[in-house]
């Protein structure tokens, strides 16, 4: 993905999201990136959130000397998108995970056409989709996180409990599946497992 510089203009800061001190053309800049073929995102940054955001999200700026390829990984921590629709079951999900020292929430989507737009944006370890979501369902998002992101990990976690679901999941490329009630018990030996290369395919 390339970023590339385009014109200032007052704006809130992407890393910071200072409202009281907003993007300008003296304290900042402003990048322009296509995460997808057809998507461009534009991001202002202060000049000294620069560096930190593009090591969280691994994306260059130009003509900066930023070194993007470190992302934190290198602390054996596990990136983590989590995509679903309803603000309840994604606040759950953050939480179980947050709660977990090895895992890091760097985004959260509430559809499938967001979720494969910061998936690409943000290259996270994992990616834990709902099955039903506006736009896009999970199983659409995840054949097209899969295209694009082969080196991350998909779970579908659903409310379905259906050989058929789990069927689907392993045919759009997804390592893992686990039912949202089961969420606080299975989902971090989900994450744990499909990061290896292995799958995790929970139907009690």
């Known amino acids: 993905m390339m970023a ?7 704006d809130v800061c992407g890393h910071c999201e200072n409202y009281h001190s907003p993007v300008t053309a003296e304290n900042g800049l402003s990048l322009c990136y296509n995460v997808e073929s057809d998507v461009k995102i534009k991001i202002f940054l202060h000049h000294d959130c620069a560096e930190a955001w593009s090591q969280s999200f691994n994306i260059p700026i130009p003509g900066s000397g930023v070194d993007a390829s470190d992302n934190g ?3 054996g921590v ?3 998108l989590i995509a679903d629709d309803q603000p309840t079951i994604l606040k759950m999900v953050k939480q179980i995970l947050q709660a977990h ?5 760097v985004g959260e989507a509430r559809d499938g056409c967001q979720a494969v737009t910061l998936a690409v944006a943000l290259k996270p370890d ?4 709902n099955v039903t979501m506006p736009t896009m369902s999970g199983f659409d998002a995840a054949r097209l996180i899969r295209g694009q992101l082969p080196d991350s990990a998909i779970v579908i976690l659903s409310s379905h409990k ?3 679901f789990i ?3 392993r045919k759009v490329g997804a390592r893992g599946y686990v039912q949202k009630s089961d969420a606080d018990s299975e989902l971090i030996r989900a994450i744990n497992t499909v990061v290896k290369g292995e799958e995790f395919f929970f139907l009690p």
Not at 126 to 129: D, K, N, S
């Open 73 to 75: 990984n290198a602390k």
């Open 101 to 105: 020292s090895g895992f890091e929430v």
């Open 162 to 164: 259906d050989k058929q």
């Open 126 to 129: 994992v990616i834990v989709l």
């Open 78 to 80: 596990i990136r983590i």
């Open 4 to 10: 590339t510089s385009v014109g200032y203009r007052p």
């Open 167 to 169: 069927a689907e999941a």
